[in-house]
C-alpha cells in the first residue's frame, strides 16, 4: 500500500514561490513513476508534471514549463514540486499521484487515469 502526504501549499503572491512536497511510503519506489496533478474549482484534475524515480526523467505541462520544476530525493523518500513565478490561473489544490510502471512505460504513454495511488491535496492560492 502506497501512502503519499503533500505539504508545503499556501498563499502566496503573483510572482512568487512555493515548494510543495510529497512523503512517500509503503513501496520502494525505484520502479515508479511520480506526478504532480492539480484541480481548480469547476475544472477537471489536470496533469502538471511527472517524473520517473529511477532516471529521473521528466515531463511538464505546456502550461508551467520553464517556472515548475519536479525533483525527488531518494533518501527521504520525497518528491518534490517548486513552484515559480506563480500566478493567479495556477491556483488549485496540488495532488501527488503514483504508479508503479516497473521502467515498462515512458512518461509520454502515461495518462492520469493510470495513476492509482493518490495523496489528499494540498491547496495552493496565488493572489493579484
Known amino acids: 500500500q502506497v501512502q503519499l502526504v503533500e505539504s508545503g501549499g499556501g498563499l502566496v503572491q503573483a510572482g512568487g514561490s512555493l515548494r510543495l512536497s510529497c512523503a512517500a511510503s509503503g513501496r520502494t519506489f525505484s520502479f515508479y513513476t511520480m506526478g504532480w496533478f492539480r484541480q481548480a474549482p469547476g475544472k477537471e484534475r489536470e496533469f502538471v508534471a511527472a517524473i520517473r524515480w529511477d532516471w529521473g526523467s521528466t515531463r511538464y505541462s505546456d502550461s508551467v514549463k520553464g517556472r515548475f520544476a519536479i525533483s525527488r530525493d531518494s533518501a527521504k523518500n520525497t518528491v518534490y514540486l517548486q513552484m515559480n513565478s506563480l500566478k493567479p490561473e495556477d491556483t488549485a489544490v496540488y495532488y501527488c499521484?503514483?504508479?508503479?510502471?516497473?521502467?515498462?512505460?515512458?512518461?509520454?504513454?502515461?495518462?492520469?487515469?493510470?495513476?492509482?495511488?493518490w495523496g489528499q491535496g494540498t491547496q495552493v492560492t496565488v493572489s493579484s
Open positions: 499521484a503514483a504508479v508503479r510502471t516497473n521502467g515498462r512505460r515512458g512518461l509520454l504513454e502515461l495518462t492520469i487515469g493510470d495513476y492509482d495511488s
